[in-house]
């Protein structure tokens, strides 16, 4: 709908008004005025009549038709009014103007016969035989109480007509420019009402756009100014509220995205409501575009989706640990509960996640090391438990067999000595304080190399390996010389064991970015590059049986990663199947 400016509905209906109360004044003045005017003729017509009538009122009875005849053409003359004078039968017998014998019977024109009823009447028509509009004044002539005849006079009322006409035109004229003026006034005065609802108009306009500070002024109206007061109150109030409510919503928003836990909440359609900034990062998604869309199509995974289901129609919260699978295998530990509104009715369901990946493989790795370590020890225990019950029962007879025995019995606890001296090492590296009792010492690298390469010289040379060392005797770093002795120690023992007979192994220490770097490089069996990943953890060999079989407890690497990473070092492997194996040391001067 189309609509109008209030100062164009009120200003045409003041307008209507004004112009019809000067129309209607013009139309009843001016009707008055003729009326007026007539009544004048009419009066002054009866007076000329008056005038006549006392020289023809003897001359009716006998008539005396002649004498009528010319005393209606010398008043009419004299007085420019026409004078005819009419028997009752209608016969015409004098006329100012006329010739009484060519005039036709008179009895039906509306003065005569008023005239004989009434005793006067009146007429105003259009005369044929003079072409002009003319006023008839009827009277009748009575004698002993009986209508002799009746005198009428008639007066052209052209020139009154064109004065009433005059008369109408300035009327006309004087009520346009009252009009004007009216209009101009109501157009004022239509404007004067109207600016104020329009201020208020523009002030609510500057409510709507959000300018709540600006207050609209007070009009001079008191009911609108009462309105502007009101307005202006709203808008403090409504100012105050939207303020308290961002500042909540800020409150909110720093507590959500300093949460350390990832927290979304979810409404009953299972669309998105609102995400903290670690719930983003753990789903791998844009914050800014997930809202109101669903989880089910910002994240992919039938476990959620399968969970967030459950969650939805759940009375209580549930709990889950749900697995992503992306570059790197993540866990979350995701808890549901239900949200409901401040009405108890139940709006969706809230999520709170913790990545728990590391937790679960540290548990997972703490269960494997208790199921290895038991299995490692349990497999030499349970070969001496066999040699020792065989001799304890006296079933070898020979002492070459008992010797035999005796030789593999020390073989295993030898072995279990040595698993349970590197338990040792690692649980003593593994210690919370371990770092603070680290022995630091500036130490030659040279000296180091000398003394791993003294323990395991007689290992070496029995498979005629020869260990070379090829540079950086002389390059010092401060490290905890037993510690570093024995991470160096146990990769030259790892390195003559996967080395066939005759082999090499060279050891050298250089200068890089800032930090020494030790290499051990054998030219050995080599490791696949499926099982470098592996190569640190506790228990974990590539060749079960053969690392057995030469001694191995599979800890030696992951002792040497804790004493590098005490040293808040670095260790990484280079190695090619067949080829031979580098490990790199990084430590820090
Ligand atoms: P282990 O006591 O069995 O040698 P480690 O922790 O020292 O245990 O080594 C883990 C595994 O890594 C070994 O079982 C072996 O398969 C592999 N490995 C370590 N060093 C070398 C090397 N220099 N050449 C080839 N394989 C190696």
């Given at each position: 709908m189309?609509?109008k ?10 307008l209507?008004?004004t112009?019809?109360?000067i129309?209607t004044a013009?139309?009843?003045?001016s009707h008055a005025?003729e ?6 003729t009419?009066t002054?017509?009866?007076d000329?009549i ?5 020289q023809?009122d003897?001359?009716?009875?006998p008539?005396?038709?002649e004498r009528?005849d010319?005393i209606c053409?010398?008043?009419?003359q004299i007085?420019?009014?026409r004078?005819?004078?009419?028997l ?5 017998v004098?006329?100012s103007?006329?010739?009484?014998a060519?005039?036709d019977?008179h009895a039906?024109r ?9 005793g006067?009447?009146r007429?105003v028509r259009y005369?044929r035989t003079?072409?002009?509009?003319l006023?008839?004044v ?7 109480d009986r209508?002799a005849?009746?005198?009428r006079?008639?007066?052209?009322i ?9 008369i109408r035109?300035r009327m006309?004229g004087g ?5 004007i ?7 004022l ?5 109207s ?10 306009d ?11 002024p007070l009009?001079a109206?008191e009911?609108?100014?009462v ?6 109150k ?13 500042n909540q919503?800020?409150e ?6 300093s ?6 909440a ?6 998105i409501?609102?995400?903290?900034p670690l ?13 109101n869309?669903?989880i089910q199509?910002v994240?992919?995974n039938l476990?959620?989706q399968?969970?967030v ?7 209580d919260?549930?709990?889950e640990d749900i ?6 295998e993540?866990?979350?530990n995701?808890?549901?509960s239900p ?5 108890g009715q139940r709006?969706?369901?809230?999520l ?12 997972n790795?703490?269960?494997d090391?208790?199921a ?7 497999t030499p225990?349970?070969?001496?438990k066999?040699y020792?019950?065989t ?19 020390i073989?295993?606890v030898?072995r ?5 001296e590197?338990l040792?090492?690692?649980s ?8 603070e ?5 500036m130490?030659?690298m040279g ?5 791993a390469?003294q323990?395991?010289?007689?290992g070496?040379?029995?498979?005629h390996?020869?260990i ?7 390059l ?13 120690l146990?990769l030259?023992d790892?390195?003559v064991?996967?080395?066939e007979?005759?082999s090499r ?9 800032g930090?020494?770097a030790?290499?051990?490089?054998d030219?050995g069996s080599?490791?696949?590059?499926r099982n ?14 053969r ?6 407890t ?5 002792i040497v ?13 280079d190695s090619?199947?067949?080829?031979g194996s ?8």
């Amino acid at each position: 709908m189309k609509r109008k400016r209030l100062v164009w509905q009120i200003f045409p209906s003041f307008l209507l008004v004004t112009l019809m109360a000067i129309i209607t004044a013009i139309w009843f003045a001016s009707h008055a005025l003729e009326i007026f005017f007539l009544d004048q003729t009419a009066t002054e017509l009866k007076d000329r009549i008056a005038l006549v009538r006392y020289q023809i009122d003897p001359l009716i009875d006998p008539l005396q038709a002649e004498r009528i005849d010319r005393i209606c053409k010398i008043a009419g003359q004299i007085s420019s009014t026409r004078f005819t004078v009419i028997l009752p039968d209608g016969r015409v017998v004098g006329d100012s103007q006329e010739n009484p014998a060519h005039m036709d019977n008179h009895a039906g024109r509306p003065e005569i016969s008023e005239a004989r009823g009434s005793g006067m009447g009146r007429s105003v028509r259009y005369s044929r035989t003079l072409e002009r509009r003319l006023m008839y004044v009827a009277v009748a002539v009575s004698q002993q109480d009986r209508l002799a005849g009746v005198v009428r006079a008639a007066f052209p009322i052209t020139s009154l007509e064109d004065k009433m006409q005059a008369i109408r035109w300035r009327m006309a004229g004087g009520g346009l420019l009252i009009a004007i003026i009216v209009g101009l006034i109501s157009l004022l005065a239509a404007r004067k009402i109207s600016h104020p609802i329009e201020m208020l108009k523009t002030g609510a306009d500057e409510f709507a756009a959000g300018n709540l500070d600006k207050k609209m002024p007070l009009p001079a109206t008191e009911e609108l100014a009462v309105l502007a007061n009101a307005m202006n109150k709203m808008a403090t109030q409504l100012d105050n509220r939207i303020e308290t409510a961002i500042n909540q919503k800020n409150e909110l928003e720093t507590v959500l995205s300093s949460m350390r836990e990832g927290v979304v909440a979810i409404d009953a359609t299972e669309a998105i409501m609102s995400m903290n900034p670690l719930a983003a990062e753990m789903f791998e998604c844009d914050r800014d575009k997930v809202k109101n869309r669903s989880i089910q199509e910002v994240v992919r995974n039938l476990a959620l989706q399968t969970f967030v289901s459950k969650a939805l129609s759940a009375e209580d919260s549930r709990e889950e640990d749900i697995t992503f699978y992306r570059q790197a295998e993540v866990v979350l530990n995701i808890k549901s509960s239900p949200i409901v509104d401040t009405t108890g009715q139940r709006i969706g369901t809230l999520l709170v996640m913790t990545d728990v990946t590391r937790l679960r493989r540290l548990e997972n790795m703490r269960r494997d090391f208790v199921a290895n370590v038991s299995h490692e020890i349990k497999t030499p225990l349970t070969a001496i438990k066999g040699y020792v019950e065989t001799l304890h029962n006296r079933e070898v007879d020979s002492p070459e067999d008992t010797n035999r025995f005796l030789g593999i019995i020390i073989k295993h606890v030898n072995r279990l000595e040595a698993i349970v001296e590197d338990l040792l090492s690692l649980s003593r590296i593994e210690r919370d304080n371990f770092r603070e009792a680290l022995n630091l010492a500036m130490v030659r690298m040279g000296d180091i190399f000398q003394t791993a390469i003294q323990v395991c010289q007689k290992g070496a040379e029995n498979k005629h390996i020869d260990i070379q060392i090829l540079n950086g005797e002389d390059l010092e770093a401060n490290v905890d010389a037993t510690l570093l002795e024995q991470a160096i120690l146990n990769l030259l023992d790892n390195a003559v064991k996967y080395s066939e007979e005759g082999s090499r192994v060279e050891i050298l220490a250089e200068n890089r970015n800032g930090m020494i770097a030790i290499h051990i490089r054998d030219y050995g069996s080599g490791i696949a590059t499926r099982n470098l990943s592996r190569l640190f953890e506790r228990f974990y060999r590539v060749d079960k049986a053969r690392s057995r079989q030469l001694g191995g407890t599979g800890l030696g690497l992951a002792i040497v990663k804790h004493i590098v990473q005490a040293h808040d070092g670095e260790i990484t492997v280079d190695s090619k199947l067949g080829v031979g194996s580098t490990f790199s040391i990084f430590l820090p001067r």
